[in-house]
């Protein structure tokens, strides 16, 4: 008997390509920027960012996950 594997368990989820919790907090980070400087040019560097951050998770879409586990792992490396 098979059991039928959904692609949408195994998939990270991507919001706007880049990881959900990379994504909320570079939002998050935004909307924090724009209360602190009360202008919209804040937004200027985070748009960068996202860029960059999106091209990456382009290129190998684990790689997110593999630098969280690494730096969550880090204390046993030294």
């Known amino acids: 008997m098979r059991a039928k594997v959904f692609k949408s ?5 991507f919001w706007g ?3 959900r919790e990379l ?6 980070f935004g909307l924090l920027s724009i209360m ?7 937004l200027f560097p985070l ?6 951050l999106a ?3 382009k290129i190998d ?3 997110f ?3 969280r586990e690494s730096f969550r792992f880090k204390s046993h490396y030294f």
């Open 36 to 42: 602190i400087f009360h202008s919209l040019k804040a």
């Open 65 to 67: 996950s593999i630098l």
């Open 9 to 13: 368990l195994t998939k990270p989820v």
């Open 17 to 19: 390509g880049l990881p």
């Open 47 to 52: 748009f960068i960012i996202y860029a960059f």
């Open 23 to 28: 994504f909320i907090f570079l939002f998050m």
């Open 55 to 57: 091209g990456i998770a």
């Open 61 to 63: 879409h684990r790689i």
